[in-house]
Each structure stands twice: as C-alpha cells, then as structure tokens.
C-alpha cells in the first residue's frame, strides 16, 4: 500500500508542478459586454391558448465567447483567459394572443399593448441589472487560471474547457437565476396592476 501511494505521488507531481508554473501566466481577462438586437412576432395559435387572453415567450441568451493567452514553457503551454465577450439578453419574443381577438381589432390591439408591456419588463431586467451582470463576469473569470497542456494539439480542448468554467462558474450560474428571478417580480408586477379596463371597453 505504501508503494502504491508513493507511485500515485510521483505520478501526479509533475502535473501539479506544471499547473503551478502556468499561474505566473495568468491575466486579468478584459470583459465586453453586448446586448444582442431583438424582434417581436406576434401569432395567433389555432387553438385557443390556455392564458386568458395573450402571452409572452421571450428567448434569453447569454454567450461568452474567449480569446485565449497562450504560452510556450517547458513541457508544454500554458493556456488562459486574455479576453471574454459576453452577449447577454433577449433575442426574440414571441407574443401569442387568443384567437377569440381578431387581428386589427380593438380587443386584439388591448391584448397586444398588455403584452408589449411584459415585453418592456424583459428588456429592463437587463438594462437594470447591467453592473450585476458586468460584476458577475468579471469575478468569474478572475478566479479561472491557466490550463496546462503538454502538447500544441490539446490547446483547442483547453480552450473549450475555459469556456466551459466560465458557463459553469457559480457566478454565472448565481447571475442566470437572478435574471430570472427578477423576470417573474417584474412580469407578476404587471399582471396584479392590470385592470382589464381597456379589454372591457372594447366590448361596451
């Protein structure tokens, strides 16, 4: 036994080694953040859709693409973090409104402004929350350090590891369900103040 954890020892050093010696190498990354442009369909499903009158699907996205640092030392290289561009925000929302409205009417128009409104909720959850989302990325990929590879083939690996760290990091994971959380306060907000008095007056 004791042969054997001398073995795993000697064999696990030099990686250990390795990995020290590339945390010389490590950078602070420059973040840049974006927010990607977005559009608004409206349809009107065949069947009546189970909301009352009209709903929302909005697609979230948050990307991060690296650009890596990459070093030649002994044995191999050191690959980090140089610089990350996040695109964080809304992409599409896809407004769904009953087909008990038909189009260009007043009720239609009611349904359309209400949603509209949940639209505006999504797109300040990012504009409000921009120092929360720049913190979290910066934090996160300050605590990634450099991976070591033997060989020049096994750089693109690592680089896609990063990449992986970054989207698994507890901050990024932490700032996903923030976002979220503020998307149901907000749109709840909306739904308790409205009044359906727009809706009513189409029918008087």
Same mark, same amino acid.
């Given at each position: 036994?004791?042969?054997?954890? $001398?073995?795993? /020892?000697?064999?696990? $050093? ?12 490590? #950078? ?17 499903? $065949? ?6 009158? +009209?709903?929302?699907?909005?697609? /979230? ?20 973090? !140089? ?25 239609? @128009? =009611?349904? #359309? ?5 949940? *639209?505006?909720?999504? /797109?300040?959850?990012?504009?409000? @929350?921009?120092? /929360? *989302? ?12 450099? *991976? ?9 690996? =690592? ?15 932490? #700032? ?11 749109? !709840? ?6 009044? +359906? ?8």
């Amino acid at each position: 036994m004791f042969k054997l954890c $001398l073995f795993f /020892l000697f064999f696990f $050093l030099p990686i250990i080694s390795y990995a020290d010696d590339c945390l010389g190498y490590k #950078l602070t990354p420059n973040v840049n953040i974006n927010t990607p442009s977005w559009e608004k369909n409206v349809v009107q499903p $065949l069947q009546h859709i189970d909301v009352l009158h +009209g709903d929302v699907i909005a697609t /979230l996205v948050d990307n991060y693409e690296i650009t890596s640092d990459i070093t030649s030392i002994e044995d191999g290289f050191c690959v980090g973090l !140089k610089n990350i561009d996040a695109t964080i925000g809304y992409t599409d929302f896809l407004v769904q409104i009953d087909i008990s409205h038909k189009p260009n009417t007043c009720s239609y @128009n =009611a349904v #359309l402004q209400h949603e509209d409104e949940h *639209i505006r909720a999504y /797109l300040s959850v990012i504009d409000d @929350n921009q120092d /929360l *989302i720049k913190q979290s990325i910066i934090s996160a990929a300050d605590s990634i350090t450099p *991976i070591f590879v033997h060989e020049q083939k096994d750089i693109e690996s =690592a680089i896609d590891k990063l990449n992986e760290q970054i989207q698994q990091h507890p901050d990024i994971i932490l #700032l996903r369900q923030r976002i979220k959380a503020d998307e149901e306060i907000r749109n !709840k907000h909306i739904d308790q103040n409205e009044t +359906g008095e727009t809706l009513k007056k189409c029918f008087e």
